[in-house]
């Protein structure tokens, strides 16, 4: 991509034992993502040390790893589908900004294995998130390791950022987008289940295939007065968001059911298992986690709980509060 492996001396030619050598990757990935070089901003990408492209406004930057054993694992997706879910989960967090993005950059380790064939399906998976997102892919490294890292680099632009530090006691808790079905999909895969419905195709889907809000997070700027995406589970996040904001939340349990697809509840009673507990400790949504006022709420935003005076996050049924807890922490043992 752009930038060049240090100490790599001939990257044309092939490794030893037959893998591509650096220069049949590059020319992979400058033909797959050819189409997307063509965009207005864009001054200089992919082939030269660095990329160039016209800003202006405020720079909206993040940077998220998929990285297989961790997010994922072989043998539960194809590679267009690596490609894609890691591309959509870093542009996700620009859509909790409400920013637009602009442009991306990806480093991809891959292992001695790999093959040219798989990395151009790969960076279809990339490319086909990039086309639909209207984020160009401008550059980025290759290095090998030991198994398939993709870290992508976005870059977005916003004449005001949403914050998470920013909810206000009195605000409603709104979701923009669905909750549960990409956990769904993943206790689907986990237990080798052989479900054969449209409702557990699309619980499948969500997970291999997650798409960000950028529309729905630049239509709640002026509305929402907080923003998060829901990348870690309900539970987690938005504990998170009443920390930031030095707040409580309390989500409402029959609300928080009744903006539950039928779909999720279907493939839950088929697990087993509570389609609200999906819902609040399963993660890679994207679906978006906001505050405001009753009177700016967006027409697509389920009302899920309220913004009071205290700190942390609690789910109510009736009379009775119970902290949340559960989504994904990299770090727990």
Not at 158 to 181: K, Q, Y
Not at 197 to 218: C, D, I, K, M
Not at 266 to 278: D, M
Request: aromatic content about 4%; charged content about 25%.
């Amino acid at each position: 991509m752009t930038a060049r492996r240090s100490g790599d001396h001939d990257s044309s030619r092939a490794s030893r034992g037959g893998a591509p050598g650096e220069g049949q990757l590059l020319e992979v990935l400058s033909q797959v993502f050819a189409s997307t070089q063509r965009d207005p901003n864009l001054v200089l990408g992919i082939g030269d040390d660095a990329a160039c492209v016209r800003f202006s406004g405020n720079l909206v930057v993040s940077v998220d790893a998929q990285v297989e054993g961790t997010h994922f694992r072989r043998d539960w997706l194809k590679l267009a589908d690596v490609g894609f879910r890691s591309f959509q989960a870093a542009i996700s967090d620009l859509a909790a900004m409400g920013a637009s993005p602009v442009a991306a950059l990806s480093h991809l380790t891959l292992p001695a294995e790999f093959r040219a064939s798989d990395l151009q399906r790969l960076t279809q998976g990339q490319r086909a998130a990039a086309d639909a997102t209207g984020c160009p892919v401008i550059g980025g490294n290759l290095s090998r390791g030991p198994e398939i890292s993709v870290v992508t680099t976005v870059l977005g632009r916003a004449g005001r950022c949403l914050r998470r530090d920013t909810a206000r006691s009195g605000d409603e808790l709104w979701i923009l987008g669905e909750i549960g079905m990409a956990r769904a999909g993943l206790e689907l895969l986990t237990r080798n289940a052989k479900l054969k419905t449209r409702a557990a195709r699309r619980a499948l889907n969500a997970w291999r295939r997650p798409q960000a809000l950028v529309r729905e997070g630049r239509d709640l700027v002026g509305r929402a007065r907080a923003c998060m995406d829901l990348s870690d589970g309900l539970g987690r996040d938005a504990g998170s968001l009443a920390e930031a904001s030095g707040v409580r939340v309390e989500l409402d349990a029959v609300e928080l059911e009744r903006a539950l697809s039928p779909e999720l509840v279907s493939v839950a009673r088929s697990l087993g298992v509570s389609a609200l507990a999906l819902a609040i400790e399963g993660g890679e949504d994207y679906a978006l986690l906001a505050s405001g006022p009753a009177k700016r709420r967006p027409a697509e935003a389920k009302v899920v709980g309220t913004v009071r005076m205290g700190s942390g996050a609690w789910l109510r049924r009736d009379d009775q509060c119970l902290p949340l807890a559960g989504g994904f922490d990299h770090f727990a043992r």
